[in-house]
């Protein structure tokens, strides 16, 4: 099992769409789990941090489930603006101050 | 506040020549990170360093690769001899907490390697 794990994507949705992003991780002791987004040639971008208990930002809602290894963001209304790369980021644990990036999922949102 | 800074934002070097790239983390963070980031690939850790600790060097590709931090703050990664597949975007984050917290990054130097 690869250690952050992410939908292969690309997606494209039209503006106004809902869509869901899932991301696994190998290590049940990870301590913090991060979405960034990164846009064509620039830098990634801390979108959200994901809580236990979940947390909403506005239109972005980030679920963890520790059972099962898996974190999921949700964007609703998409806009032209949310095009990007989103990159799935977790501290597996072992190294206490190392963050894993998953190869992130491209979003196109179409007019 | 101002974020973290890298200088230069582009390079471009003949194979074989040695490459200094900088790092300007945000005041006061402790933690420094550098990243490698090739076309269309996801983020590859180099090195980290956290305050006076000896810094891990454990994703360095090759003993070409060296970085300092001096003073705490500002870091230098160092490329020798560049490789053709050295091109890449190399990233710079900070952060104050360790693992525990986001890290923030930079935005880049671009090598390109002729």
Redesign the interface.
Same mark, same amino acid.
């Given at each position: 099992r690869k250690e952050v794990e992410q939908d292969p994507g690309p997606f494209n949705v039209p503006e106004g769409a809902t869509v869901a992003f899932n991301c696994t991780y190998s290590n049940s002791a990870s301590q913090s789990f991060f979405w960034y987004r990164q846009d064509c040639r620039k830098e990634p971008k801390l979108l959200m941090s994901v809580y236990s208990s979940g947390n909403e930002d506005g239109r972005f809602t980030a679920q963890l489930n520790r059972a099962s290894q898996y974190i999921s963001l949700l964007i609703r209304d998409s806009k032209l603006s949310d095009s990007a790369t989103y990159l799935c980021v977790v501290n597996l644990g072992g190294s206490n101050y190392k963050l894993t990036f998953g190869k992130g999922t491209l979003l196109t949102v179409n007019p | 506040g101002a974020g973290v800074s890298q200088s230069p934002s582009n390079k471009v070097t003949e194979k074989g020549k040695d490459v200094e790239l900088r790092c300007d983390p945000i005041s006061g963070h402790t933690?420094l990170y550098w990243y490698r980031q090739s076309l269309g690939? =996801?983020?590859e850790?180099l090195i %980290?360093f956290?305050g006076n600790s000896a810094p891990?060097k454990s994703g360095l590709p090759s003993d070409r690769f060296s970085a300092e931090r001096t003073g705490g703050s500002v870091s230098t990664l160092t490329i020798q001899r560049t490789q053709q597949e050295d091109s890449a975007v190399y990233?710079c984050a900070s952060t104050t907490s =360790?693992?525990?917290?986001?890290? %923030?990054?930079?935005?880049?130097t671009r090598l390109l390697v002729l």
């Open positions: - | 933690a690939q =996801g983020l850790f %980290y956290q891990d990233l =360790g693992a525990r917290g986001p890290q %923030y990054f930079g935005p880049g």
